[in-house]
């Protein structure tokens, strides 16, 4: 047999125990064929392949660049190399390489995807669509593309469109763990909690050591009250692995989860660093004349959540509020505008500029924020669903502020400061947060008891309550329910006889678990009662009033839910907890004068409730306190708010003006 027969049986041989996974007698066949012939292109891109499988990166690349030196026209070659840069995150040489492949065969669809991913990862979204949709033009049963697809489509907020591309590939193949992912991410973001933990469900048995799968079983388990998977849930609340990263969706997918589910202000701070990342990007050019002492400053709020939405309901009567006579404030949404949602529409009045930048990259957002010379810019979403956070470390403003939609740190060395108050930022809280806190004077968390509609009046036979039983309610979301809570309510209802515990309804999953967790701690299932979603605020209000009294939540407590409560004249018992989120509860009751429904421990939390449950004329007189408090009190002020967030700002300003540094300070009460 001839060098040449030899040498090819050799790679023959080589190719069949590469594809049947026995990579050592691959190996050892390229060898062989590379000690006669050490240039030959093809023993020497699969050995590379095989090396890079293995990790050894240096090993393989001197093996891939040798392929190409001998065969710069074989397209395979360059895509090989390309995903040997795209595993060591060289991802300009990675792209070059694959555009390199395209150019040289143009219906390389693997190669396509993979300048889409590179694309996806830095945020340019419509540019990563435009390859997939060449990628699909050559084959429309990719479901590597198709998967890609749906994920650059979610993040451009092409929600129904995203809807069509999973169907697609789940037609293709129901299988398929990528695209039983998306579809779980797409049922989530959405709350259909039920369907989204079924797909995962169905993507373990798929892929059983999947530890990226696992990695989304505790948000999923969280949402419906799935406290089985115990393991997960300690492994969720540990530190993060030191120099692991996270795309912007995971953590907005997880961050509230990570918070309530007993979170520790050092591992949730920790995360959070994590996901921000702290190589700040290049700073954006100083403006073309710096603001002088003296102007107007101008104050821009970045968010998706200034329209129909908890934020933007909370927000709406501060922004009304501001004194537009002495600031210019400036509302930059990231989501497109929606003529039909009067509240948002109601918001943008409040405003002297409004821009819609939805389908932007990250520098372009802030390349739009620095050119309308924003000197405070004030982010309401941290890391919340559509959140463009990471486009504060390009430094579109001189001075970052995180506020109101995220209860606590970002993690984010490009933010300055975070609007807290003295109960939910306490002086020496410090090292919970990568920010420096403002405290307001009042309750950071902002109502307006001017718009609110008239509280309707409803019955609890309306509501399928017993009409005599003592109503323990809680309407917090299920994420914010854990089973240390659950022994605490349950004890609560074991000692007052004839109650019930009313709860959210937020999935069958979830009232099935619960129910049974319950039981398990000795209280009957028609001891839980499930309120559905109510579309008439007025009578989601009105409905408060048919409970005896509002039981908190420990790690994540009730916060708009928790306003909601206290304005309908619902007394609510809070627990003070370890974190930001944990502290709100505290914050509404300080500012309220209401500071004996406080307690710092589980037994007082317990013993309060029973008291009060068994003490009608005590109740009464606190009902009666708590309607006098709404009248006058700071907390349902828009103005008073407005005031003091405009002291804030002015004092941040000042700060930096000075060149100082940011440094935690207090708003002093406005006489």
Not at 209 to 234: F, N, Q
Not at 492 to 518: A, H, K, P, T
Request: glycine share 6%; aromatic share 8%; net charge neutral.
């Amino acid at each position: 047999m001839g060098r040449q027969q030899r040498n090819m049986k050799l790679l023959q041989e080589g190719l069949a125990h590469h594809r049947a996974g026995r990579l050592e007698q691959a190996s050892g066949a390229y060898r062989a064929v590379l000690k006669d012939e050490p240039k030959e292109p093809n023993a020497n891109r699969f050995l590379g392949a095989i090396l890079m499988q293995k990790k050894e990166f240096e090993r393989a690349r001197k093996h891939l660049l040798a392929a190409i030196a001998a065969a710069p026209l074989d397209p395979e070659n360059h895509y090989i190399l390309g995903r040997l840069y795209f595993e060591e995150k060289c991802a300009g040489d990675a792209t070059k390489q694959f555009r390199e492949c395209v150019r040289l065969n143009p219906g390389h669809v693997a190669a396509h995807i993979m300048i889409a991913v590179g694309l996806l990862n830095e945020g340019d979204y419509r540019a990563a669509l435009e390859w997939l949709d060449r990628a699909l033009a050559i084959d429309r049963r990719s479901l590597d593309a198709l998967i890609n697809k749906a994920e650059a489509l979610i993040q451009l907020n092409r929600i129904d469109d995203a809807w069509k591309v999973v169907a697609a590939g789940v037609a293709l193949d129901a299988s398929s763990p990528g695209i039983l992912m998306k579809r779980f991410g797409l049922h989530a973001d959405r709350g259909a909690n039920d369907r989204a933990f079924r797909d995962l469900q169905r993507v373990l048995q798929l892929t059983p050591g999947d530890r990226a799968v696992w990695k989304a079983v505790p948000r999923a388990a969280i949402a419906v009250c799935d406290w089985t998977y115990v393991e997960e849930l300690v492994r969720f609340t540990e530190a993060p692995i030191e120099g692991e990263l996270f795309p912007a969706r995971q953590a907005e997918a997880e961050s509230l989860y990570r918070i309530s589910w007993k979170g520790e202000a050092a591992t949730i701070r920790n995360y959070a660093m994590l996901a921000a990342g702290q190589t700040e990007a290049q700073q954006l050019a100083a403006p073309a004349s710096a603001k002088r002492i003296g102007d107007r400053l101008r104050v821009g709020y970045l968010s998706s959540d200034l329209r129909d939405h908890a934020v933007g309901r909370l927000a709406k009567g501060f922004l009304a509020a501001h004194d537009d006579t002495a600031y210019d404030f400036i509302n930059f949404s990231v989501l497109a505008d929606d003529p039909s949602d009067t509240c948002r529409q109601a918001i943008q009045a409040a405003f002297h500029e409004n821009y819609f930048l939805d389908k932007v990259t990250d520098r372009d957002l802030a390349e739009t924020i620095h050119a309308k010379h924003i000197d405070i810019l004030v982010e309401l979403n941290g890391w919340t669903q559509h959140s463009r956070l990471r486009s504060l470390s390009f430094r579109p403003a001189p001075v970052q502020i995180s506020y109101l939609g995220y209860p606590g740190t970002t993690g984010a060395a490009y933010v300055d400061y975070i609007i807290g108050d003295m109960s939910v930022t306490p002086p020496g809280c410090e090292g919970e947060f990568t920010e420096r806190p403002i405290r307001l004077p009042h309750s950071y968390l902002p109502f307006d008891r001017n718009t609110q509609p008239e509280i309707a009046q409803i019955t609890r036979s309306d509501c399928g309550l017993p009409e005599n039983a003592t109503v323990f309610c809680a309407f917090n979301a299920a994420y914010k329910l854990t089973d240390d809570l659950a022994d605490s309510w349950a004890r609560i209802l074991s000692r007052v006889s004839d109650s019930v515990l009313w709860l959210r309804y937020e999935s069958g999953l979830q009232v099935d678990n619960l129910r049974r967790e319950f039981a398990a701690r000795g209280i009957a299932p028609d001891r839980l009662v499930f309120a559905q979603h109510e579309a008439s605020f007025g009578r989601h209000l009105g409905r408060h009033r048919l409970a005896t009294l509002f039981l908190d939540t420990f790690y994540y407590n009730a916060h708009t839910t928790g306003l909601d409560a206290l304005f309908a004249g619902l007394p609510v018992v809070t627990k003070t907890g370890p974190t930001f989120a944990g502290r709100v509860g505290t914050s509404f009751l300080r500012t309220l004068g209401l500071t004996d429904l406080i307690t710092s421990t589980t037994a007082e939390y317990e013993n309060l409730a029973v008291a009060l449950a068994e003490d009608p004329t005590r109740l009464t007189a606190l009902k009666q306190r708590l309607t006098e408090a709404n009248a006058t009190s700071p907390l349902f002020d828009p103005v008073q708010t407005a005031r003091n967030l405009e002291a804030a700002y002015v004092m941040a300003w000042e700060r930096q003006s000075r060149g100082l540094p940011p440094e935690s300070f207090d708003v002093p009460p406005i006489a």
